[in-house]
């Protein structure tokens, strides 16, 4: 009995077929155990021999048994080591990498010239009551300008006597709501999505401006000269001189288109230097009406406004002939522009 079971306890390959022996021998249905009950039908001298041998059988089947169960955990364990194991100096895989978008990018680059000449930032909703977005400024219901905007009117249900809502087409709104917020004196500038209901090469129908507004008693339009002149040089990096056209803005008077010096080399633009003209933005010092509808009293303040496509000039930059292609999310052409990774 003895041989059988260190014999088969030695050679078990697996704690399974270890877990079998143990229920085969000292189980409690098992050989030894049975024999152990056999005891009791035995003379007092038979007894006396084979109960020590018995025991002495069990204690020695449990001993091999735990023994060889730790042998085969220390096996496993150095089968796991051996085979379980990293090149902690193989190079990593190669991820990619995001960037900012070039619109945002030129947006933060804006945002912080302007901050530098002492602009805060404000902001203002997308969807806006038509009020703000019109009336407020000066523009009343039947004015032509509402008509060329190309407006995206928000749709209402019958019944619903909400004021009507458009998607800004403009970040002027900002110009009123940060002046009934704050009152005058105000130096702000209003970075923002706007949308158009236009589609070609230079228009998209979402698209960015950046509104700029300084409200003090003697602002002037020679402040907006220098102020546009810093920022232009700032922003491409070279001294570029701007051209103030007479124009037209409900909101403004007198109002001015301002170009930028350029000259064009191989059909594409390159700003600061030549004597051609490239229009950049809207501006103008803001009209009375717009300093009421503001809480602002014209009497007492004055200032300048001037509203720039942020699109527009991050084209200029980097030569970007087709503004569509902004957004679009070709990776292949934000890398071309070294956009992306
Ligand atoms: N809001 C005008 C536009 O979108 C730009 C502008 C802003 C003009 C402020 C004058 C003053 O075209």
Known sequence: LKAKYLGAIAGAGDEATLEQLRLQAVGKKGEI???????????????????????????????????????????????????????????????????????????????AIFADM?????????????????????????????????????????????????????????????????????????????????YDQTHTPMFHQIEGLAIDRDI????????????????????????????????????AEVDIQCSWKDGTVVVGEGDDWLEVLGSGMVHPHVLKSGGVDPNEWQGFAFGMGIDRIAMLKYGIPDLRAFFDSDLRWLRHYGFSA
Not at 57 to 65: H, M, Q
Not at 231 to 251: E, I, L, M, N
Request: with cysteine.
């Open 118 to 198: 002492g602009f805060a930032v404000a902001e203002g909703p997308q969807v806006e009551t038509d009020w703000y977005n019109f009336d407020a400024l000066n523009i009343p219901g039947h004015h032509p300008a509402r008509a060329e905007m190309d407006t995206f009117y928000m749709h209402r249900a019958e019944g619903d006597d909400r004021p009507p809502h458009v998607l800004r087409t403009h970040t002027s709104p900002v110009q009123i709501r940060s002046m009934q917020e704050q009152g005058a004196p105000i130096r702000i500038i209003a970075p923002g999505r706007v949308y158009r209901a236009d």
């Open 33 to 111: 155990s049975l024999k152990m009950r056999e005891l009791g039908k035995m003379t007092q001298e038979e007894r006396q021999q084979a109960g020590p041998a018995l025991n002495a059988l069990k204690d020695e089947i449990n001993s091999a048994l735990a023994a060889k169960k730790a042998a085969l955990s220390d096996a496993a364990l150095d089968e796991r080591l051996r085979t379980e194991w990293l090149d902690v100096t193989l190079p990593s895989r190669a991820t990619r990498q995001g960037t900012i978008h070039p619109v945002s990018q030129v947006w933060e680059e804006c945002t």
């Open 220 to 255: 002037s339009m020679a402040n907006l000269k220098w102020v546009l002149e810093e920022f232009f040089s700032a922003y491409f990096g070279t001294k570029v001189k701007t051209r103030f056209r007479a124009s037209h803005f409900p909101f403004t008077e007198p109002s």
